[in-house]
Nanobody, 125 residues
Framework: QVRLVESGGRLVQTGDSLRVSCAVS????????TGWFRQAPGREREFVAA???????TYYAESVKGRFTISRDDAGIVHLQMNNLKPEDTAVYYC???????????????????WGQGTQVTVSS
């Protein structure tokens, strides 16, 4: 069984940096495209960033491009480094994994098969 566990969310101030992480267990990380989504109160869950299975290619939503960086370390943990945080970045951040073999990049949440429980990031103004 595939399991994703996020960590690192907390309260920060505008302009701060924060890194959230996602540990994937149950299969090797090369099996999946791994993505980050976020959901603010009253809003739909939206795509943030994704990293490909093996090449390490990355893709970002326009709203975070240049501020957020997705990466995967040698242990297969996927990190989302968030710089210059803004109040509008406040949301629950979810890690997700897609077993799809085609159609990079993968933005649609419907194409992600596995989800973590989420970690809260709050940016105060």
């Amino acid at each position: 069984q595939v399991r994703l566990v996020e960590s690192g969310g907390r309260l920060v101030q505008t302009g701060d940096s924060l890194r959230v992480s996602c540990a994937v267990s149950g299969r090797t990380f090369t099996t999946f495209v791994t993505g980050w989504f976020r959901q603010a109160p009253g809003r739909e869950r939206e795509f943030v960033a994704a990293i490909s299975r093996t090449s390490g290619s990355t893709y970002y939503a326009e709203s975070v491009k240049g501020r957020f960086t997705i990466s995967r370390d040698d242990a297969g943990i996927v990190h989302l480094q968030m710089n210059n945080l803004k109040p509008e970045d406040t949301a629950v951040y979810y890690c997700s994994a897609s077993s799809s073999r085609s159609g990079w990049p993968i933005e649609s949440r419907r194409r992600y098969d596995y989800w973590g429980q989420g970690t809260q990031v709050t940016v105060s103004s």
